[in-house]
Each structure stands twice: as C-alpha cells, then as structure tokens.
C-alpha cells in the first residue's frame, strides 16, 4: 500500500478551495503531484489552475476524476453550532450525494487511491480520549453531532465498501476541530474559532463567547492536517481510520483569550450560557499517527491564530479596495 512518494502522480483534491482544500493542494504540489482542484461557487483569487465544479452532478464528478491516480476528498458543505442546532439535518443531502457521487466516479475512472477525511464527529461522547477502535456503532455520536456524526460513519463505511471491492484503496483521517488561513467566516456557518476572530476584529462590546468557557476541544491548524493526509494518501491507504490532530486540550475560555491576544483587542469577555454550546469534552487518542508516522510537528495556537488574522485581515484589506 505504499506509494513511496507522490512525485509524477495526478492528483484531484476535490473541494480545493477550501479551508483543507488549499492547504491540501500545496502539500501536494510540495510533494511533486501533479493536482487538479476545484472550487464550487466562488472561485478563488488565485484561481488558475482550478476547475469549476459541482459535485451535486455525477457528470462533473466524473469529469474531475479523469485520468486522476488519486483523489482527496475535501469538498463540503458546512454549518457552525448555531445551524447545526437549528436545522442538524440541512447538509445531509448535498453532502452525502457530493461524497457518494465521488466515491462512484473514483471507481468508474479507476482511481487508484482515494483519502476520505472523516472527522472526530463518528465517536460518541467521553471523556477521556478516544481512540479509533472505541468506535462503537450501536451507540450513536454525541447528540449536538447526532446527524454529523451519522454522516461521516456512513461516508467511512461507503469508502471502506469500495476498498473492500477493489476498486481502490482507501485512506480515511478523522481529524479533531480544524482552522486557519480559507476558513470560513460566514456568521450562520462559521465554527467557534472564526466566530471569535471575526467578533475580536470588529472590536466587539462586550466580547461575547457562547456557553460557560469550559468546553474542551483540540484545534489543528489546517496545514498539519494536510500534511497527515499527504502520509496516508503515501503509505496508509488501508480503509483503517486514523485519528489525528494537535494533541492539546484547550478550553473554549482559554481559546476566546488567545484570540483576543492574536488580534490585539484587549476585551473582558462576558459568557452567555443561553446560547448553545458544542460538547463538553473531545479530544482523541494519536497513538495510532505516532506508530505510524512518527512524531507530528505541529503547529502552536498561537502561531497558527497569527497566521489566521493575518490572512483574515488580508482578505478584509481586498475587500475594502474592490
């Protein structure tokens, strides 16, 4: 199952344009593929060499797959807590017709390796970390990511019947909360970290942070993902899952500080616990990453926060001159 190396190989990131998508593509192109990457709606600024695609239609999924050797798996639609909460079922479909369309058109086209990034979502709730084998599919994932969760388990299971099939082999990450540069900023749709940047930026008073503070959760900074799935895509495309992330639990009130430091807003910040909160606790077991891969440099909060509003603010400064 070992390529050795991506160097000459086509590759399709699927959704490259994205908050994994554009971190996927330059780990990519740093390893020597050869990529093809698509955007959906709004094409990038950087746009050469991207293809408009829509993954809804099985014809542009098989188009995008053409002559690839492999295919990642980014391409989603995404919803933060708050939409999750009001309507958890309103990516299903897209989702799971984008996901499903893919998987068939790597088939068809005889992609050799397909690398699925799943997410921490498929476990149900504890508290202690979690580690692959404890997935458990008589118990249903945590209730806030009840349809979430469902999703991606289905989404492994489909990727692992293709595998089981030999029409390719499959590598599947379920990676803990991801940011960085290409996030999302959307108010309905953004996760907790860009909802923070986006209140810090705009000097927000008082600095409002939802629930208690006391929620735990590890946050990888996007490029570190990408590098793990460049690894799998290499040497473990074996339809075993594997968790990965930064490995440091952090408090929703120590992450609300951070923010407040990288954007240079020195807030008080007011808790409302009548706004809905995520789970209490996630954070997952990577022993398995480290058997397999080694020790992960990774990238610390605090530089990757830096990294974040600098091109938050890049992306403000363009908009403010167009």
Avoid at 54 to 59: A, E, I, V, W
Avoid at 65 to 94: F, N, S, W, Y
Avoid at 103 to 113: D, F, P, W
Avoid at 177 to 188: A, I, M, N, R
Wanted: proline share 5%; hydrophobic share 40%.
């Amino acid at each position: 199952m070992n390529w050795g190396s991506l160097r000459g190989k086509n590759v399709l990131v699927a959704g490259g344009s994205g908050l994994v998508g554009r971190h996927v593509v330059r780990h990519c192109l740093d390893a020597g593929a050869s990529v093809r990457a698509t955007y959906h709606s709004r094409p990038p600024a950087d746009a050469h060499g991207f293809e408009r695609r829509d993954f809804r239609s099985f014809t542009d999924c098989v188009e995008a797959t053409r002559d690839m050797d492999a295919a990642i798996l980014c391409a989603a639609q995404i919803h933060g807590v708050k939409a999750t909460r009001e309507r958890p079922t309103a990516t299903l479909l897209p989702n799971l017709t984008m996901t499903a369309g893919l998987l068939e058109a790597c088939a068809v086209k005889r992609v050799s390796r397909v690398v699925v990034i799943s997410s921490t979502t498929v476990y149900a709730a504890a508290d202690h970390p979690v580690s692959e084998d404890e997935l458990d599919l008589n118990v249903p994932p945590a209730d806030v990511y009840r349809s979430v969760g469902t999703f991606n388990r289905v989404v492994e299971q489909l990727a692992q019947s293709y595998h089981a099939q030999a029409h390719f082999t499959v590598g599947i990450l379920r990676p803990t909360s991801v940011y960085g540069p290409y996030d999302c900023f959307d108010e309905d749709r953004a996760h907790v970290l860009p909802s923070l940047i986006q209140r810090a930026e705009a000097k927000a008073s008082p600095f409002v942070v939802w629930g208690d503070g006391t929620s735990v959760r590890d946050f990888l900074y996007a490029g570190d993902l990408a590098s793990d799935v460049v690894d799998v895509l290499a040497s473990y495309c074996t339809a075993d899952p594997v968790n990965t992330g930064s490995g440091v639990a952090t408090s929703v009130a120590a992450l609300a500080d951070a923010v407040l430091v990288a954007c240079g807003y020195p807030a008080s910040v007011v808790y409302d616990m009548t706004k809905p909160d995520s789970l209490r606790y996630r954070m997952v077991s990577l022993d398995k990453l480290h058997r397999l891969f080694g020790p992960k440099p990774r990238t610390s909060l605090s530089e990757g926060l830096e990294r974040t509003v600098r091109w938050y603010r890049d992306q403000a400064a363009v908009k403010e001159t167009a």
